[in-house]
């Protein structure tokens, strides 16, 4: 009855494969890179087999290209790459992993995997870390256009409302009663946080590398909680 309450989900091909990870990245110049692990989990009521082929099976070693999963658990499959050379880098090989219920034949599911051999760690995390610090001096950038934005927003409003006028008597009271906006005490925050944060270039620091700011957007900073500052002290 079971079998047969199940059955009609047993299409071939249809079978979602869950396998981790989706991308095996092999580095020249490490050889701890060389020997990968895929995890293949099967998360039905039933025992999977399965078969691990390969685009280029002679540049890679499987380590039991074909077994079983019980139910619920999960298997780790390792793979070697045993060819590593320049010719090779930069060159994207499929891996296949096929998976079938053990009473048939016929592939229920199917998942590839993608294999790279790049040439050196050193120089992809030199990559990554350049990729990080561009995309930080832009949001550096935007911020300090945006915290002279401010500045300019608050200079123009404090002469408005105040600076350098003179409040008029009658309205002495009513402005001493009123306090700072909501906007001006959480722009305040912000420039208090901002000086608090670490400066671009120091290296001890637990604080990630977006969260530091340059020497001139903490003086921008500083600048706006000065008129702020005025501003809540003229209120």
């Known amino acids: 009855m079971q079998q047969q309450r199940r059955q009609p989900e047993l299409v071939e091909g249809n079978l979602p494969v ?9 580095y020249a110049d490490d050889q701890s890179t060389h020997k990968q ?11 999977l087999k399965f078969k691990v082929l390969c685009t280029t099976p002679n540049k890679y070693v499987v380590v039991d290209a074909a077994g079983a999963v019980k139910p619920q658990c999960c298997v780790d499959i390792v793979i ?4 590593v050379r320049s010719c090779h880098y930069d060159v994207i090989d499929k891996f296949r992993l ?33 990729k990080r610090i561009k995309e930080h001096l ?6 300090e256009q945006m915290l002279c934005q401010t500045a300019t927003a608050i200079q123009s409003w404090a002469w408005r409302d105040g600076f350098p006028r003179d409040i ?19 722009l305040g925050i912000v420039c208090v946080a901002a000086l608090m944060l670490p400066t671009l270039g120091e290296v001890e620091s637990l604080v990630p590398l977006y969260f530091h700011l340059s020497v001139n ?3 921008v900073a500083a600048y706006v909680l000065g008129l702020i500052t005025m501003v809540i002290l003229r209120i």
């Open 80 to 83: 070697r790459h045993r060819d």
């Open 98 to 130: 096929q998976v079938s219920e053990q009473s048939q034949r016929k592939a229920l599911g199917r998942k590839e995997i993608i294999a790279t051999l790049l040439p050196s760690a050193k120089e992809q995390r030199k990559e990554v870390e350049e």
């Open 37 to 47: 692990v895929l995890t293949l989990y099967n998360p039905y009521e039933f025992a």
């Open 18 to 26: 869950f396998v981790f990870p989706t991308e095996l990245i092999f």
């Open 217 to 219: 957007q903490k003086l």
């Open 138 to 143: 832009t949001e550096s950038v935007f911020l």
């Open 168 to 186: 008029p008597k009658d309205n002495e009271n009513r402005t001493a009663s009123s306090g700072p906006s909501l906007l001006t005490v959480f």
